[in-house]
């Protein structure tokens, strides 16, 4: 039998292999999963891959995953963004480069409702960036600003993310939701931050209308003012019901869905047509997502079995580093990690290892365990979100790519991200150094300050 270090190099390589052939990555890490269980426990441990994935498939809180995706698509066709996209013009409207903040304003209240961040770059895509284009902004500053705030879904609750990560972790999905929020309003101020700083140092990057601003009369402003309604009546609906006590997570979540249908139908938008293409778009999303977790799930299962749960784990403490030379360490493998895998492999194959890890050094970080998840957790989606950027696999540029103009390519949008990779990575780095931005709210709301 081999030894685990050895196993682990043959395990790693094996699946390189296979993704270089093109398979898809769910059923790569289910093939080595089996594959490493019939070299180690023979026919037998058939049933021990088996028994993972009925395990993690059987969680209650997983079932808010299709639903916050059902509710995600629903939303998309009822209207909401183009309503909101306009009420927030009242706010941001006069500033040059005010559309640009607008859309960031817009991608918070819709990450706050939808946790979704491919349908919110997408409608994005549609309102925002032709109304930027139509009025001179500068291109690379139009299309960075809808990715970056599109990718603020993963980190403004609720993000199917955080769930993923708090079923990995063991660890309170409603306290992430809540570590969420202040993470999230830093990076979308720092983001506004720089679109007004750098808009007033090049004015040419984003002209204001020809003929000076338009003075809007006490109607228009009022037409505008109730495109905000729906949006705050589905955001108090969601996490009202969690913060309230009333709902958990995936309760709150089956109540979104009715939310969004009840804005669909207020909207004049909801028909069994929508329906049904809502629910199509969902299975191909849930299905995928289903097909990955199986696989990391059964691999992470059965790789602990062997002990890689702790080799890995005495190969992070015997590093000889301070805890935050450690976190470095494994911010820096989900980034190498990131530019091959998706992110749901990344988080059930790391998360398991990382975050026992994390709450062992607790007390040297002067957090409790529950605390140090927590913000590891804030961390860990932070770090995902600069995946959902960066180049060569960027999904969000992807996804914007596939609603832009045909004179935009998708080198463009790649060049016109980095700025706003820069502005995580500061935002990664605070939170990194600074964890009360993360574990204030969740303290707070538990009677721990």
């Not at 309604?229 to 108090?236: E, G, K, M, Q, T």
Request: net charge neutral.
């Amino acid at each position: 039998m081999v030894d685990i270090q050895t196993a682990t190099m043959i395990i790693v390589a094996s699946m390189l292999a296979l993704m270089v052939t093109g398979m898809p990555l769910g059923i790569v890490t289910l093939t080595v999963s089996i594959g490493t269980a019939l070299a180690f426990f023979g026919p037998p441990g058939l049933f021990l891959v088996a028994s993972n994935a009925t395990g993690l498939l059987e969680s209650y809180p997983l079932v808010a995953v299709p639903l916050f995706v059902f509710m995600a698509n629903i939303l998309e066709r009822s209207g909401v963004a183009e309503d909101l996209f306009d009420a927030m013009s009242l706010l941001a409207g006069n500033l040059r480069g005010g559309v640009a903040v607008q859309t960031t304003l817009v991608a918070v209240v819709m990450a706050a409702m939808t946790g979704i961040m491919g349908g919110e770059i997408v409608m994005l895509g549609l309102i925002a960036l032709p109304q930027m284009l139509r009025l001179g902004y500068d291109k690379k500053l139009a299309m960075g600003t809808i990715c970056a705030g599109g990718s603020l879904a993963t980190l403004i609750p609720p993000s199917v993310i955080m769930i993923i990560y708090g079923l990995t972790a063991n660890i309170s999905i409603s306290d992430l939701f809540l570590g969420g929020f202040l993470p999230g309003l830093l990076l979308a101020s720092l983001y506004i931050i720089y679109i007004l700083i750098r808009c007033n140092l090049q004015p040419h990057l984003a002209p204001l209308p020809e003929g000076g601003v338009v003075l809007m009369t006490g109607p228009e402003k009022r037409k505008k003012l109730i495109g905000l309604i729906l949006p705050a009546l589905v955001i108090l609906w969601i996490l009202g019901s969690i913060y309230g006590g009333i709902a958990t997570v995936t309760e709150a979540a089956a109540i979104g869905v009715f939310g969004a249908m009840a804005a669909s139908a207020v909207r004049g938008r909801f028909s069994w047509e929508m329906l049904q293409e809502a629910l199509r778009k969902t299975m191909i999303t849930v299905g995928t997502i289903i097909w990955l977790v199986l696989g990391a799930v059964s691999f992470v299962g059965i790789y602990n079995i062997i002990g890689g749960n702790d080799f890995m784990s005495g190969l992070l403490k015997g590093l000889d580093l301070p805890p935050l030379g450690v976190i470095f360490v494994m911010m820096g493998v989900l980034i190498i990690l990131g530019t091959f895998m998706e992110w749901i492999a990344i988080a059930y194959i790391t998360v398991p290892i990382f975050a026992p890890v994390v709450a062992s050094m607790a007390p040297e970080l002067g957090l409790t365990e529950d605390a140090a998840k927590i913000w590891f957790g804030i961390l860990f989606v932070m770090n995902i979100q600069i995946y959902f950027l960066s180049p060569p696999f960027g999904p969000a540029c992807f996804w914007l790519k596939s609603v832009a103009p045909p004179g935009i390519t998708l080198q463009n949008i790649f060049a016109a991200v980095i700025p706003f990779i820069g502005l995580q990575i500061i935002g990664l780095a605070l939170v990194m150094i600074f964890p009360e931005i993360a574990v204030f709210l969740p303290e707070l709301m538990n009677g721990k300050l």
